[in-house]
């Protein structure tokens, strides 16, 4: 009589806590070796938008794809084999958006020491997820135009010369500076200003390849990297191709045809920089020498350009 009550204790007390997990607003689950599960909670269930019918006694390659299911069941089986529990963030695939979760998976041992199930536990960080996002995107790419900012580009171009040294291969720099765009400013004012910087980063972007980079450093500056050119020949095409398009009247709602032009430096890696730095100062010497030549005009950088770059 006192062990059967005290069997009915013990049941009660597991059906309590049952339902204190069927009912956390944490996603709780727990797998037998094989991947199957072997139990979820109602909050996993959701967050896989699933019912809890469709995923208990099935693999957890019936949940996921075959991609995100291996590497989940990779967790899993390190658990069952090292009897040792892991910390892991994991996206959970969803039709109406990605949920982000860091998970907890412990060993659950039997009497012979062996592991007989794991069991995680998880704690959704969507939203912490997306303000990381957020603060990365404010941190890298320009508000206004929203193109890579100085930072990011100058971190795309150092990937991009170390790629070129270990492949042998050329790139070109670009820095491209607006003709008489302090008069749209002054004539028509910032808003005004603000819309033609737009359009002029979206019509930049509309003379690139997908593979090339284009960046606001600031102000009316602009910066193009093009990672995969074999002669200067070809950048040069590039540059007279975005000079031309600048050069067309841009059609702003509310201010009417606004113009400008551009002047564009190009220099050349390996040929006029070995590095970030020297590599960024001749193409922006460069630039300068077509502005002292009159404005909308490519140059392309030489010795001879630098001694009269930066004259008035």
Wanted: with cysteine; glycine share 6%; aromatic share 8%.
């Amino acid at each position: 009589r006192r062990q059967l009550a005290e069997t009915r204790r013990v049941e009660a007390y597991s059906e309590k806590y049952r339902v204190l997990l069927d009912e956390s607003s944490d996603p709780i689950f727990a797998f037998s070796p094989e991947g199957r599960y072997h139990y979820v909670n109602r909050a996993f269930a959701e967050g896989v938008g699933r019912p809890i019918e469709d995923i208990v006694g099935h693999r957890i390659w019936d949940v996921f794809s075959p991609e995100e299911a291996d590497k989940r069941y990779a967790i899993v089986k390190w658990v069952f084999a090292n009897a040792a529990s892991r910390v892991v963030e994991v996206r959970v695939p969803r039709p109406d958006g990605d949920r982000y979760y860091v998970t907890t998976v412990k060993p659950i041992l039997g009497a012979d020491g062996g592991v007989d199930y794991v069991i995680c536990i998880s704690k959704e960080i969507t939203e912490r997820k997306a303000m990381e996002e957020r603060l990365k995107r404010v941190a890298e790419y320009d508000s206004l135009t929203e193109l890579p900012n100085r930072a990011l580009f100058s971190d795309r171009l150092q990937h991009a010369i170390a790629h070129c040294r270990r492949e042998a291969s050329h790139l070109a720099l670009m820095f491209v500076d607006l003709d008489d765009f302090k008069p749209v400013n002054d004539t028509f004012g910032h808003h005004a200003g603000d819309l033609l910087l737009q359009a002029v980063a979206r019509r930049m972007q509309q003379c690139t390849r997908e593979s090339d980079t284009v960046g606001r450093i600031g102000g009316d500056e602009f910066v193009v990297l093009l990672p995969a050119v074999a002669h200067a020949d070809d950048a040069l095409s590039v540059a007279e191709k975005i000079r031309a398009a600048l050069a067309q009247p841009f059609c702003i709602e509310g201010y009417g045809e606004l113009r400008v032009s551009c002047s564009i430096g190009v220099a050349m890696f390996p040929e006029h920089g070995r590095d970030d730095i020297t590599l960024s100062r001749n193409a922006d010497d460069a630039m300068y020498h077509a502005k002292n030549r009159g404005n909308n005009a490519v140059q392309l950088y030489a010795e001879e350009t630098r001694a009269v770059a930066h004259l008035p």
